[in-house]
């Protein structure tokens, strides 16, 4: 089975659970990271993300209309994945990975980082 995740930053805990799903048999995971132009961040995306298979994408570089990279969805398709592991709906790419017809037969689980508090703007 492949597995592309795409997400915003990625964690140690998170890049900790891909590695876990790398190890297991027959699973490949690829991870799409989109990074904002932030230069005084403390996030070391190398570092996070070493030994897996991954792409950063860095928010500014040069965009398509819909906000990614023009080689990006070429990039999730090329890696062929059975099922898409999406955070969010706030970063362009996860928007494109959630929403573009190229990705409609792939079976998606979408996660969001945003706790669940009961306001309006959550309902």
Request: hydrophobic fraction near 55%; charge should be neutral.
């Amino acid at each position: 089975m492949r597995i592309a995740s795409v997400w915003t930053y990625g964690t140690a805990n998170m890049a900790a659970c891909w590695r876990a799903l790398a190890r297991q048999p027959g699973v490949a995971v690829k991870v799409f990271v989109e990074l904002s132009r932030q230069p005084d961040t403390a996030y070391r995306p190398a570092e996070v993300l070493a030994g897996l298979d991954h792409r950063l994408v860095v928010a500014g570089e040069p965009l398509t209309a819909a906000g990614v990279q023009p080689d990006m969805q070429a990039d999730i398709q090329a890696f062929a994945p059975d099922a898409m592991l999406i955070l969010g709906w706030r970063s362009p790419l996860c928007r494109l990975a959630a929403e573009s017809p190229a990705f409609a037969a792939i079976p998606k689980v979408i996660a969001f980082d945003m706790p669940f508090a009961w306001r309006l703007r959550e309902l």
